[in-house]
Structures are given as structure tokens and as C-alpha cells.
């Protein structure tokens, strides 16, 4: 090992984020209030967002492409409920190989592009029993279960502190704001916390049990490194679950991805009109 090794590092995500940057600036001047990454099943918000430009992920320099079918692949850049909205229709994940600094690359771009809220969507399993199948869950905290963490590495001291402090991560005020929204529409909203595991394959009973030990009320593969680096770089955060499947550990059924994706897609209606109603009091 040589002393190079000890020598402060640049951090190296810098260059692309302001070469991706430099490229949605050369494209247009919008500047979003709001990201918004919409998870399995809810991908037709993208469609109530006054579109001004819609890029392909492809399109956008170092941007990860999408992998997973249930996911679109474009940044959506318009208006929702009166605010400049930049949405990611698809998200990257852990398991299909990215690195979690590609995976939350894209929140990286938008808070830089000027967003400071960002609204987080999944569909997960409900390892809290009270949760049915299609509900609606406010994340109010989460535990990171991936055994990985976006921030390691040089920090970007341009973007965010060493250490951030992790007490709120998900806004109370966001969340009063979008239960008062939930009850104006007549939606049915819980509140819960968050685990996010790496996936792919889903848990054993003997994990699920765990989880449950643990403190935790839903479980997925996303969320959690999004989340981290939004807290990194001083975002105002909300998360929001749709329950896509029981994880009764004492009576397990086999999941079917295909039932979780048709859950998730009929929820997806009510979970839009929550957000975009949301997202007007923010
Ligand atoms: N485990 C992990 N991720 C998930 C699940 C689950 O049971 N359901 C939906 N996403």
C-alpha cells in the first residue's frame, strides 16, 4: 500500500453531475421545485404532469438506463398541482448492479437543477399486519438493511456534510401536510417504517420475522439510498408506499411479482391523485 492511498481524494461523481447538468441547462432553463421518482405501479402520475420537456434516460449524459419492465425510462420535466415538478419515470436499483452512487446520480442532478423537496414512491410488503393489500403508507423513518451506503467514498463537500444527521429524514411537516390532503380526498392513509434490503430475491419467514423485531412496518428494494442522499444534500422529503403484499411470516405465501406489479398498478390511481393533491400545499 502506498501513502497515495491517504491522500484526500476528489470526490468522483462531481464531473458528471455537472456535465449532465451543463446538458439539461444547454436543453432548457427550467428550474423544478420538486423531484419526484415514482416507484412500480406509478408511473401514470407522469401523465397528469403538465409536460414542458421529456428527456429518455438514454439521452442524458451518464445517467443509468433502467433495467426493470414494470419502469419507464424518461425525466419529465412540467407541472403538477401548481408546482415545477422534475420526475423520474423509473428508478434505478441496487440489484440490477448499479453502484448506489448510480443509483442516486439522478437525485443528485435534480437538486442541483434547483429541487429541494423530493417525493419518493415504492410498492413494498407489509411485514406490519394491519396493512392491507393496496394501502397507502407515509414513511416516517427507515432502516437501511442494504449493508451499503451511497455516502461512502470522498465526500462532495460541495453537496452536503461528512456526517448528516439522520433524525428526520422523512419531513413531519410534509407529512402533515399530505395526511390533511389524504383526508380532503377521502383516502385512507397509514403511517409506518421503511426497511430497505438489496433484493433481488424476496425474504425468508425467518427474515421477515426479523424485520418485523426490528421495527420495521414495510420492506423493499429501493427508497433507502435515494433517501440518504436527499438528506446528504438538504432535501425536504416525503415517502410514500403502496402495500403490495402480506409478509406474515407465520403464514407465507409464495409471491408472485406479477400480482405485486398488478397491485401497485391498482393502487397507482389513488396514490396519484394523493401526491398531486399534496404537492399543491407544499
Ligand atoms: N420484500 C421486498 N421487497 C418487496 C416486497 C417484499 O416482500 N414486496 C414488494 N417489494
Do not use: W
Not at 411479482?257 to 399543491?280: F, H, R, S, V
Amino acid at each position: 500500500m502506498t501513502m497515495k492511498r491517504f491522500q484526500k481524494k476528489q470526490n468522483p461523481l462531481m464531473e458528471p453531475i455537472d456535465k449532465c447538468l451543463a446538458y439539461l441547462r444547454k436543453k432548457n432553463s427550467f428550474q423544478p421545485d420538486i423531484a419526484l421518482i415514482l416507484g412500480t405501479g406509478l408511473g401514470n402520475l407522469a401523465k397528469r404532469i403538465k409536460a414542458e420537456k421529456v428527456f429518455a434516460y438514454e439521452e442524458l449524459p451518464f445517467f443509468p438506463k433502467t433495467t426493470v419492465q414494470s419502469h419507464g425510462g424518461n425525466l419529465i420535466l412540467g407541472e403538477l398541482g401548481g408546482k415545477k415538478i422534475a420526475a423520474m419515470e423509473g428508478r434505478f436499483h441496487f440489484y440490477e448492479g448499479y453502484s448506489l452512487a448510480e443509483v442516486t446520480f439522478p437525485v443528485r442532478v435534480l437538486r442541483q437543477m434547483g429541487a429541494k423537496t423530493l417525493v419518493v414512491s415504492n410498492a413494498a410488503g407489509g411485514l406490519n399486519l394491519s396493512y392491507k393489500k393496496g394501502e397507502i403508507v407515509l414513511l416516517t423513518d427507515h432502516i437501511n438493511f442494504m449493508g451499503v451506503n451511497p455516502l461512502v467514498g470522498p465526500n462532495a463537500d460541495k453537496l452536503g456534510p461528512r456526517f448528516p444527521d439522520m433524525c428526520e429524514p422523512y419531513s413531519n411537516r410534509l407529512i402533515d401536510l399530505t395526511v390533511k390532503a389524504a383526508r380532503e380526498q377521502k383516502i385512507f392513509v397509514k403511517q409506518g417504517v421503511y426497511i430497505g434490503v438489496t433484493g433481488p430475491c424476496l425474504e425468508t419467514r425467518a427474515e421477515y420475522r426479523m424485520m418485523k423485531n426490528l421495527g420495521a412496518d414495510l420492506v423493499g428494494m429501493s427508497t433507502v439510498p435515494e433517501v440518504i442522499v436527499g438528506v446528504h444534500m438538504g432535501m425536504e422529503i416525503l415517502g410514500v408506499s403502496i402495500v403490495t403484499d402480506t409478509c406474515d411470516p407465520d403464514h407465507l405465501e409464495p409471491v408472485n411479482i406479477q400480482e405485486i406489479i398488478k397491485t401497485a398498478n391498482e393502487a397507482g390511481p389513488k396514490l396519484d391523485k394523493l401526491i398531486g393533491a399534496a404537492i399543491a400545499k407544499f
